[in-house]
C-alpha cells in the first residue's frame, strides 16, 4: 500500500521551485534602492547574439540611488546602452569613459502604483502554480484511493495535510509581497 505522505512529498520540492522563482521575479521589480537585479537580465544584442547583461558585465550598486555597469569589453558599452534605454527601468544610462552609470529617478506615484499591480500579478501566479501542485497531488491521492491504494481515511488525511502545504506556502508568498510592497512604498 502507498501512503499518501509520498505522494505530498513530491510536489514540495516543486512548490519550493515556484517560491524560489517568485523571490528572482520580486528582486527585478524596482524599488526605491538600486540594485543589480533590477538589471541584470536585461537581454543585450551583441555579435547578431542576445546575452543577459550578466554575462557582458560586472554590475554593482556603489549608492542607493546609482547603478554601475562596467562591460567586460568595451566592443559592449554600445549594445548594454540600447538595450538599458530600451528596458522599463525608467532610467537613461550615461556612458563614463568605459562604465556605464544609471541614475535611479524617484519613483512617481503612479510608477508606485504600476509596481504594485506587477507585485499582485506575480503574487496571483505563484498562488495559481502552487494549487495546480496541489490539484496535481489530490487527483493521484483520489486515483490511488479508487485503485485501493490508499485507504479512504488516508485520503481524507491527505486533503487535510495537503491544505496545510498550500496554506504555508501561501504565508510565505503573501510574507514575500508584503516586504516588497514596504520596499516600494519608501
Not at 503612479?110 to 506587477?118: F, G
Not at 479512504?152 to 495537503?162: G, Q, S, T
Request: glycine share 4%; aromatic share 6%; proline share 5%.
Amino acid at each position: 500500500m502507498e501512503d499518501y505522505k509520498d505522494i505530498i512529498e513530491k510536489i514540495e520540492p516543486e512548490m519550493e521551485k515556484v517560491i524560489s522563482f517568485l523571490e528572482r521575479e520580486l528582486a527585478k521589480i524596482r524599488t526605491g534602492r538600486a540594485s543589480a537585479s533590477l538589471v541584470e537580465d536585461i537581454i543585450v544584442e551583441c555579435f547578431n547574439q542576445k546575452f543577459p547583461l550578466k554575462q557582458l558585465a560586472a554590475i554593482s550598486s556603489p549608492g542607493p540611488k546609482q547603478i554601475v555597469v562596467q562591460p567586460w569589453d568595451k566592443s559592449y558599452i554600445e549594445p548594454i546602452e540600447k538595450a538599458i534605454s530600451r528596458s522599463s527601468l525608467g532610467a537613461a544610462p550615461i556612458v563614463d569613459k568605459d562604465l556605464i552609470r544609471i541614475s535611479l529617478p524617484p519613483l512617481s506615484d503612479e510608477y508606485r502604483a504600476s509596481l504594485l499591480r506587477i507585485l499582485s500579478e506575480k503574487q496571483e501566479e505563484a498562488r495559481k502554480t502552487i494549487r495546480h501542485w496541489r490539484g496535481e497531488a489530490w487527483e493521484e491521492v483520489q486515483e490511488k484511493t479508487k485503485d485501493g491504494e490508499i485507504r479512504e481515511d488516508d485520503k481524507f488525511r491527505a486533503k487535510d495535510k495537503l491544505q496545510e502545504l498550500v496554506d504555508g506556502y501561501n504565508k510565505k508568498i503573501d510574507e514575500m509581497g508584503e516586504r516588497k510592497k514596504k520596499e516600494i512604498s519608501q
